[in-house]
């Protein structure tokens, strides 16, 4: 059984099964409340499908980018599991979950969520049942410099896609078990200890400090780049 995480958004969202079979699920509105309710939702699911933490196989994380705290905490609990059980961690970006649950289509859908400060982080994929191709990779985007890469989407998707004039959506995680078996779909996380999600920027919080004080913090958004 593994268990499927998302908390780049202010919906957190918690899925329990494997390809094809969702044995239990949740979700944590308020960004605010990931630190608080995620384990605790970790927990409803796995009694609601009659397991234990020993029943995990492993873990399918969406890696990003969005939300600073949200992707951290999801991190810290991945990390804490796959370091306690000693199983796998898979990731993968959560505009992906998002264009992947918009099903199979004949063309790219274009998935966006809100990067702050008038930018969007942006993605695009062409999602089949036997894999996935990115057309765009995770980008922080102005929403016109979008249609110029993407000129022609057959969809737009995400919680920012009332942006670009559609109706938003948001990640869900038993979408992630899906993409588990789906070539292209994740990558499995080698250096489990030193990973860290894709922030995509700076936290908010950061960014006003070195406007502030005029001089950068170290940041793990910019390590490597």
Partial sequence: MWLAIDTATDRASIALGGPGLVAARAEVVGARRHAAEL?????????????????????????????FTGLRVGAAVAKALVRARRMPLWVTPSLLVCAAARGTVDGVVLAVSNA????????????SPSGVE???????LRPDAIHALVPAPVAIVGPAAPTLGSPPTWPEAAMLLDLVGRAGGVRQVAAVAAWEPEYGRPAEAQVQWELKHGRPLADPARAGR
């Fill in 39 to 67: 384990l605790p939702a970790i927990e409803r699911c796995l009694a609601e499908a009659g397991l234990g933490y020993g029943a995990l196989e492993g873990i399918v994380l969406a890696d990003g980018p969005g939300s």
């Fill in 116 to 127: 702050l400060r008038g930018d969007l982080f942006a993605a695009a994929y062409r999602v």
């Fill in 134 to 140: 990115t057309i765009l990779a995770p980008a922080v």
